[in-house]
């Protein structure tokens, strides 16, 4: 079992930046493939950004440039660092976690850190 908790979402003027954390537990961090997705009020639930255990990225087409995934292996935490970010970006941002190499395909869910963007 894989428990995912996130942090560090907020309100922020658009333009503006944030860093999502999720700190995962369980020893087997490094074998998982770890996504960040969001969802809009009255939206259906989006890939924003995903990475493999072997640090293969994929990205939304709508955060490319501005949107960077990484994890810390020692930490078992994988971050969403956000610039630029608009008011569409505005959604409960969730992280999750995969067994396999698919970036879609989740197995774990977190629940959930509000992103609000402002004009």
């Known amino acids: 079992q894989v428990q995912l908790v996130e942090s560090g979402g907020g309100s922020v003027q658009a333009g503006g930046s944030l860093r999502l954390s999720c700190a995962a537990s369980?020893?087997?961090?490094?074998?998982?493939?770890m996504g960040w997705f969001r969802q809009a009020p009255g939206k259906q639930r989006e890939l924003v950004a995903a990475i493999t255990s072997s640090g293969s990225t994929n990205y939304a087409d709508s955060v490319k440039g501005r949107f960077t995934i990484s994890r810390d292996y020692t930490k078992s935490t994988v971050y969403l660092q956000m610039n630029s970010l608009k008011p569409e970006d505005t959604a409960v941002y969730y992280c999750?976690?995969?067994?396999?190499?698919?970036?879609?395909?989740?197995?774990?869910w977190g629940k959930g850190t509000l992103v609000t963007v402002s004009s």
């Open positions: 999750a976690a995969g067994r396999g190499d698919s970036y879609y395909v989740m197995d774990y």
């Open positions: 369980g020893r087997t961090f490094n074998s998982y493939t």
